[in-house]
């Protein structure tokens, strides 16, 4: 009876949060699913009910779509470049705020590498946009001083996407600093005076002691960043509006102007598609992480 008492408490704790998530996460899901069986548009908003089913017409019309295919490419090559950049970042930014920067100092570098991630995404797009302008742009003037012609960063499709990743690995780095910067000061000491006593170098430590013990914190982070990164939108939306030429419209841009457009059903087709990969990449990810 007290089990079954205890049992009963929990899911009062739990109620809330289920309410939630089955009302502003689950039924969207659903719906959307729905949807993505039938040709509603947004002429049907008013009948939903009377909308024609198709099937799966409408994930066929993906594999056939020219600007739907480019940003499938576009997001894939953004994420495998964009993901291990940003670990690398935030793993150097972590070790070196763990090596014996003063109290202080680290406090200021931890606020300073961690504020751009809590910044809205609209402002730092904004930001680096006129920071990439061809003629006025800082970084383009820097350039000048020691004699180099910057390119017209945002409107070339070579340059368009890898300044977004570089962007977007900057903004995003000083999240995964802090979680690695935890992690590293929860290391034993003992680890690193042991293998300094068998004459590991930095080098070796670093390799031999400090990446598998920070294993499990990679996989959290590259399974955090990569759920984030498949989904990325207000970047090329406020920087390129997804040019130029297509370079740099992602998934969610693609989907996002679907949905502007009325095309509900085709939209939502896509939007599980994406749903479903972002899912199989985590569990993939997972299982790999876990079994290393």
Not at 233 to 260: C, D, H, K, W, Y
Request: aromatic share 10%; charged share 10%.
């Amino acid at each position: 009876m007290a089990a079954l008492r205890r049992s009963g408490l929990g899911w009062v704790f739990v109620l809330p949060f289920l309410l939630v998530f089955a009302v502003f996460h689950l039924g969207p899901l659903l719906a959307g699913l729905g949807m993505s069986v039938t040709d509603m548009r947004n002429t049907d908003v008013a009948s939903p009910l009377a909308v024609d089913p198709v099937g799966v017409q409408n994930y066929l019309r993906l594999a056939d779509d020219e600007v739907m295919r480019r940003a499938a490419l576009n997001t894939a090559v953004f994420v495998v470049t964009a993901l291990p950049l940003t670990l690398a970042l935030g793993l150097a930014a972590a070790v070196a705020l763990n090596s014996g920067i003063a109290r202080l100092p680290a406090a200021f570098f931890r606020l300073g590498y961690y504020l751009p991630h809590v910044t809205s995404i609209i402002g730092v797009a904004v930001a680096w946009k006129f920071l990439l302008e061809p003629e006025a742009g800082l970084v383009n003037r820097l350039l000048e001083l020691i004699g180099v012609q910057g390119p017209a960063w945002l409107q070339n499709p070579a340059t368009a996407l890898p300044s977004i990743v570089v962007m977007t690995a900057w903004r995003s780095f000083g999240f995964d600093m802090v979680v690695f910067l935890a992690a590293l000061q929860g290391i034993p000491r003992e680890l690193y005076e042991a293998a300094h006593m068998d004459g590991a170098g930095r080098w070796q430590r670093f390799t031999s002691v400090t990446v598998p013990q920070l294993r499990p914190v990679i996989l959290f982070c590259s399974v955090y960043s990569t759920s984030g990164f498949l989904q990325f939108l207000e970047e090329p939306l406020i920087m390129t509006g997804g040019g130029p030429l297509n370079s740099t419209v992602s998934a969610s841009l693609a989907i996002f102007r679907q949905f502007g457009v009325g095309n509900y059903g085709y939209a939502s087709a896509a939007a599980t598609v994406l749903f479903t990969v972002i899912v199989a990449l985590a569990v993939l990810q997972l299982r790999v992480g876990r079994a290393r």
